[in-house]
């Protein structure tokens, strides 16, 4: 039941940390399994950004997407940003 009366959380402040809060580890202190881990994953990112870019460009410069409407429009904008 509501009684119309509110409830007071009593709730400590946060302190403010004044300096660096994020500090890059020592590269030196990095093992060979985890470089060689971390160039892997790089790898697999950069491999499936590639792949998704040239599927998205294959789609969308496919003939069956194009028109006499939609090549004048694209005309069109890049007049206008010139």
């Known amino acids: 039941m509501n009684t119309g009366r509110r409830?007071?959380?009593a709730v400590s402040?946060?302190?403010v940390?004044?300096?660096?809060?994020?500090?890059p580890p020592p590269l030196s202190n990095l093992?060979?399994?985890a470089i060689l881990g971390a160039m892997g994953l790089g790898f697999c990112?950069?491999?499936?950004?590639?792949?998704d870019h040239n599927i998205?460009?294959?789609m969308v410069n496919s003939p069956?997407?194009?028109?006499?409407?939609e090549a004048f429009l694209t005309l069109m904008l890049c007049c206008l940003t010139l």
Do not use: C, H, T
Not at 17 to 23: A, H, L, Q, V
Not at 45 to 51: E, W
Not at 64 to 69: G, I, K, Q, R, T
């Open 7 to 9: 409830a007071y959380v």
């Open 13 to 15: 402040r946060f302190e």
């Open 17 to 23: 940390i004044k300096g660096e809060i994020f500090k």
């Open 31 to 33: 093992q060979w399994p």
């Open 45 to 51: 990112l950069s491999l499936l950004i590639f792949m």
């Open 56 to 58: 998205a460009g294959a």
């Open 64 to 69: 069956d997407n194009w028109s006499v409407a």
